[in-house]
């Protein structure tokens, strides 16, 4: 027996958001973080590195790079890389025009989620009750409204942002698990839109290094559309082969490609890693997380309900896939950033059932928090630009010795116009409006992109200096001399090795090439300015010269040694 609908939605609440400010917010979130920065070590550095030597010619089923591999990202974001790098004209830059292929699937991301929210709150299930005299929402308008929201939680979720203007394996997964989640929300409405999106999204997930989670995910989907039907007319249960067919070429692909990779480590001692995964779930998927828990208990009865209530199955089971990968693999954040669009589809459906109460303070700590990290990031960009306070420009010259800091009108600009817009808004919040559905999660949304922005315009400069190699191998090139020729290197990781022919333009050769008695030099990972224990020399007489570290870390340093004659 189907449960009572718990939402009470009127006609005036279900209102859309204003499309030119909905596209604004998500212009001011996409581009900051693509455009102006230097790639940043670690995995966004190696990522430029592989797609750099592919695109000058490398193996595009093997890439490599110095002759090191990378480890289970997958090969599309690496394809999608080299492309945009061979295609781009040759005036853009080549980390700009890396970055391209990924703007598109963050747009993709946000689009895929605002449809597939759209489509579940149209769905019977979903919809409010229906009053005795008539002026509850339509259910376009309500989907609308529901979908709006469900895009304002994931622009709020404080994991997206990072991981999200990074060129490495973690967007294009993100991408495709939107589109998949996409597909499942809108076979029963739009069947061959929904093969389309499926036999798009299960492949590229398949190729971007998560064949596991492609095939959990095309088998949960086939267990929802033949088991959780719409109506009791539905027919989309024969569309369950579908998926499954679309399944078993992807397992077959990844067997083909030897993509799969064994990812499942148990933990040395329990209690601190679960320690460290709960505190990783409370600030990555806030606030979205406190929404959808309010979600699972006033739709609980519905939950229950196997017909028509495709709207809590589908997000609950896409997020319970994710929270049982991130339980057991390593990095756990991957798989928590692929549960944010069924999170903020949860979080969206909390808000017909938001109590006024919960609802301000969800505004007030929004306000409270994102208002006092303004300021601090205001405070922090005037002292290293005026000197007063004098106290934070001492602490980042303790921190980031060597930082010049320097002016830039434009953004300048662009911070300016971004905080005198988040005061606007809140005093548009705080004035007396017709309630909305997503009037709620509108600070949450423009808080984190408020935050974002300023972080990547008043501090971008800083952020590069202390985040990227540039510095390090400025000094490395420096001390190598006008022609050092080739370098032979041993120990590095795959961004260091990606900063030295980026930034420095060496010529780099593995330890044990054919070619490694040419070299003059060879630079060694260690972390002090010795060398470390395990460290072989090759054959020959050897001088170390200089260990050369990042202004910022002393721990990870590259010691250079000159061959003596």
Not at 35 to 49: S, V
Not at 539 to 554: D, E, N
Request: glycine share 6%; net charge positive.
């Amino acid at each position: 027996m189907n449960q009572p609908s718990p939402a009470i939605v009127t006609q005036s609440a279900a209102r859309p958001l204003p499309r030119w400010a909905l596209l604004l917010l998500c212009l001011a979130y996409v581009l900051p973080g693509f455009l102006g920065r230097a790639p940043w070590r670690h995995a966004d550095l190696a990522a430029f590195g592989y797609m750099r030597t592919l695109a000058q010619g490398g193996d595009w089923l093997a890439p490599s790079m110095v002759g090191l591999q990378p480890t289970g990202d997958g090969l599309l974001p690496l394809w999608l890389g080299a492309a945009a790098l061979r295609w781009a004209p040759a005036a853009l830059p080549p980390e700009l025009a890396a970055r391209l292929p990924f703007v598109f699937l963050l747009i993709l991301t946000l689009l895929a989620t605002w449809y597939a929210v759209y489509y579940l709150a149209r769905s019977p299930g979903a919809q409010p009750v229906a009053f005795a005299f008539g002026g509850e929402a339509l259910p376009q308008d309500y989907a609308r409204s529901i979908a709006d929201a469900g895009l304002l939680a994931l622009l709020a979720c404080l994991g997206l942002a990072q991981l999200g203007h990074e060129i490495t394996s973690y967007l294009t997964q993100l991408a495709c698990t939107a589109l998949v989640f996409f597909a499942a929300a809108i076979f029963p409405h739009h069947p061959r839109r929904g093969s389309a999106a499926m036999l798009l999204g299960l492949p590229a997930l398949t190729l971007s290094g998560a064949p596991t989670v492609a095939l959990l995910l095309g088998l949960g989907a086939a267990a929802l559309l033949r088991y959780a039907p719409l109506t009791a007319h539905d027919r989309s249960g024969r569309w369950a082969l579908a998926w499954l067919a679309t399944s078993a070429a992807c397992a077959l692909l990844a067997s083909a490609l030897d993509l799969w990779v064994w990812r499942i480590e148990a933990p040395h001692t329990l209690w601190p890693y679960a320690q460290t995964i709960a505190r990783m779930l409370i600030w990555f998927g806030w606030p979205a997380w406190p929404l959808a828990l309010w979600t699972l208990w006033r739709w609980r009865r519905q939950i229950w309900s196997r017909r028509g209530h495709r709207h809590l199955w589908l997000p609950l089971g896409l997020a319970s896939v994710m929270l049982a990968v991130c339980l057991c693999t390593e990095p756990a954040d991957r798989a928590l950033l692929l549960g944010l669009p069924a999170l903020s589809a949860l979080a969206a459906f909390a808000l017909p059932t938001l109590q006024r109460s919960l609802a301000a303070l969800i505004d007030w700590f929004t306000l409270l928090f994102f208002s006092a990290s303004a300021i601090a990031i205001w405070v922090v960009w005037l002292s290293l630009q005026t000197g007063f306070p004098a106290q934070p420009a001492a602490n980042v010259a303790r921190l980031a010795p060597g930082f010049e800091p320097h002016f830039s009108a434009l953004p300048f600009a662009l911070a300016l116009a971004a905080s005198a817009a988040w005061c606007a808004l809140v005093y548009w919040r705080a004035a007396r409006q017709r309630h909305a559905l997503w009037k709620s999660l509108v600070l949450p949304a423009s808080g984190t992109t408020l935050a974002w922005l300023l972080l990547l315009t008043l501090w971008l400069p800083l952020l590069d200096y202390a985040r990227s190699y540039a510095p390090q191998v400025q000094r490395i090139v420096t001390t190598l001399g006008s022609a050092p020729g080739c370098v032979l290197v041993q120990d590095l990781g795959d961004s260091q090795v990606a900063a030295l022919q980026f930034h420095g333009g060496l010529d780099l050769r593995p330890i044990a090439s054919a070619a490694a008695n040419d070299c003059r030099w060879l630079a060694v990972a260690s972390t002090s300015t010795d060398l470390p224990p395990s460290f072989t020399p090759p054959p020959g007489q050897w001088l170390l010269y200089a260990a050369i570290g990042r202004p910022t870390s002393r721990q990870e340093r590259i010691v250079l040694l000159h061959r003596v004659d």
